[in-house]
């Protein structure tokens, strides 16, 4: 469910019809997610990652990469479509973010560690649903 504020832009661009703002939202959430993942994928091995997203990415393979985003880039699905993700490795999830993270900015994951409240979340978590843990 999106908030007012949130949900605003797509109910203005709609002319007011709640149903095609619905539809516009998700098609929005599939576009963003289309431009991040297929960049990594090996269609744009050569035209893409040989000449430029390697020199972003450095001391990783793209397939490592593309691996790591495709687990992301599931999580939050799940999350979006407010499906249960108690079964996941959430613990393996929140160090691939990190580890994305890093390769573009070391000092974004100093000030968002500063930040993050994932992992005591996590602790808080009791056994509840751990012994079914696995990665997405």
Do not use: C
């Not at 090996?42 to 001391?59: D, E, I, K, S």
């Not at 079964?87 to 993050?116: C, G, I, K």
């Not at 994932?118 to 997405?136: I, S, T």
């Amino acid at each position: 469910m999106l908030s007012g504020p949130r949900f605003a832009p797509y109910l203005a661009a709609a002319a007011g019809d709640a149903d095609a703002a619905i539809e516009l939202e998700w098609w929005n959430l599939q576009v963003a997610s289309a431009f991040v993942v297929p960049l990594n994928s090996g269609r744009y091995h050569r035209p893409l990652w040989v000449p430029t997203l390697n020199q972003a990415f450095p001391g990783v393979t793209r397939r490592v990469l593309h691996e790591d985003f495709q687990k992301i880039l599931g999580l939050r699905n799940r999350i979006m479509h407010h499906e249960p993700i108690h079964h996941r490795h959430l613990q393996a999830d929140h160090d691939t973010v990190y580890r994305l993270l890093a390769h573009l900015s070391e000092e974004m994951v100093h000030e968002l560690a500063a930040r993050d409240g994932v992992p005591n979340l996590l602790a808080r978590r009791g056994g509840v649903g751990q012994q079914r843990e696995r990665d997405g």
